[in-house]
């Protein structure tokens, strides 16, 4: 809806929000840029935000809060049990996801933790459409082993596919006929597919894994924290929800899930998390994880004051002005692009744009992290921070082997309400001149490889100076321009 046509005939997103509180930002010159990545050792992670023009790392816990979201905080109940803050949270959760039961946690990893710890063992299978990076330390962690049934067609990059989130239910029949329905705790199925570019799944899809799983008795676990962007893909692309409200499109997918888990970094405008069930057994057996690792039942390692953004956050999150925003700009980065003859992952989906390392950088082999490699040149060339996705945030095996991701990607987040469009035109305008001077990028090789998620705090180093020869032609290029 907030889309208009200009008297050109061309089509803009258009923000149904204005600012009223703004926060200054810097732009450094280019060779100071080249002087940050090479003190964050070629890994945005490292980054101080201070050096960082348009922070589009993620869109995890840097959403813009509304006037509403502000006015709830001051109404925030402090108290260590039985807050009434509690109550308005689970409430609206209740409200949005027809479940009663609500486990609060301080953040998503720590809902994946308390999930695993309740029915992880070794020697499992957890089935997902596609993996995210925390929950699959804890699986692994746990001695469970994930297993991804994606369909074949959600790892096409260039697709006009519209639901490339979408799990293959004739590959899940296939894993319990082999290692039987007790092996299976549990199916994960994450909204707006984080890893291979916030690809959503139909809800036609999600019936039939819940069909499916629910034949062998095997639960289905929800991860909601990409959930605003895929309602809204949902109601766009899924035609027999083009007329329904997004609240009832959010109560028929929570229909289908036994447990619900969320990142409120994402989901809600905020920052917290939690788990809902409407089953009590389900609830009873992971109840006990949150005073042990979180904090108490009614508050679970969130600031009351958050918990009441939250709320109100979830509340706009049925909104469809607010959830169009994001998905609107990504679009607009995508198509805009791709037009350019930039490799980008189509159809555009949720979280941001997202960059194929693979064809931009052909030239660099998957050794020598290409995905990491573009991040960092991007950073030098505009001041914008992005995030690797790609054999950077793989782990090894526990043999050390190199595991090859996929896809190499660079994401360029668009938190929500938070940029305007003419940033997010510069972002593009830099993004496209890297293109052209694509060749002068090299790849990268470890100084420092952490064991565990080593793509948060690993450093680098470039293989050959094409740092240096990139900051030479962006001055040939622009001159004194920033
Ligand atoms: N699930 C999904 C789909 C996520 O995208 C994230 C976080 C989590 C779970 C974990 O939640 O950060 O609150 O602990 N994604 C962030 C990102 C880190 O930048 O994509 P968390």
Request: charged residues 25%.
């Amino acid at each position: 809806m907030p889309k208009v046509t200009y008297f050109s005939g061309e089509t803009f997103p258009l923000e149904m929000h204005k600012v009223r509180i703004i926060q200054k930002l810097t732009l450094l010159p280019v060779e100071e840029r080249l002087r940050a990545v090479e003190e964050s050792g070629y890994n945005t992670f490292l980054l101080q935000n201070k050096d960082v023009f348009l922070d589009m790392l993620t869109d995890s816990g840097v959403n813009a809060m509304s006037d509403r979201q502000q006015a709830a905080m001051l109404l925030a109940d402090d108290a260590y049990a039985g807050s009434a803050t509690f109550y308005r949270l689970q409430d609206k959760l209740t409200e949005l996801f027809g479940k009663k039961y609500f486990l609060p946690a301080h953040q998503g990893r720590a809902a994946e933790h308390i999930l695993c710890k309740a029915y992880v063992k070794p020697g499992d299978i957890v089935p997902c459409n596609y993996h995210f990076t925390t929950w699959k330390a804890h699986v692994v962690e746990l001695g469970g082993r994930v297993v991804e049934l994606l369909k074949p067609e959600g790892l096409e990059v260039t697709s006009t596919n519209p639901f490339k989130g979408n799990f293959d239910t004739a590959a899940l029949e296939a894993l319990v006929a082999k290692e039987g329905a007790d092996k299976i705790p549990y199916v994960r199925m994450e909204a707006g597919t984080n890893l291979i570019g916030g690809q959503p799944f139909s809800l036609a899809n999600l019936k039939e894994v819940s069909a499916t799983c629910h034949k062998h008795g095997i639960k289905l676990v929800l991860d909601a924290s990409l959930l605003a962007d895929n309602l809204h893909f949902i109601k766009t692309r899924e035609a027999e929800y083009a007329d329904a409200s997004i609240a009832d499109i959010a109560l028929e997918i929570a229909a289908t899930s036994d447990i619900i888990y969320f990142s409120a970094r994402k989901l809600g405008f905020g920052r917290g998390g939690g788990i809902v069930t409407d089953d009590e057994e389900l609830y009873k057996q992971m109840r006990g994880f949150v005073p042990m690792y979180e904090g108490f039942l009614t508050y679970g390692g969130m600031s009351v004051r958050e918990m009441e953004a939250i709320t109100v956050g979830l509340d706009e999150t049925l909104d469809e002005d607010m959830i169009t925003q994001g998905p609107q700009f990504i679009e607009h980065m995508v198509k805009t692009l791709d037009a350019a003859g930039v490799p980008v992952i189509t159809p555009p989906g949720g979280l941001g744009a997202h960059v194929d390392a693979m064809r931009f950088l052909d030239h660099i082999p998957q050794s020598q992290y290409p995905a990491a490699a573009l991040n960092s040149a991007i950073f030098i060339a505009s001041g914008v921070r992005g995030m690797e996705r790609g054999t950077m945030s793989e782990q090894r095996e526990p043999d050390g082997t190199e595991i090859a991701a996929d896809m190499e990607l660079v994401r360029l987040a668009v938190p929500r309400r938070v940029f305007t469009l003419s940033q997010v035109n510069y972002a593009i305008d830099r993004v496209m001149w890297l293109h052209a001077n694509r060749r002068i990028v090299g790849g990268l090789t470890w100084v420092e490889e952490p064991e565990i998620l080593r793509f948060f705090y690993g450093r680098l180093a470039p293989i050959g100076d094409w740092h240096h020869e990139l900051v030479a032609k962006f001055r040939a290029d622009f001159g004194d321009s920033l």
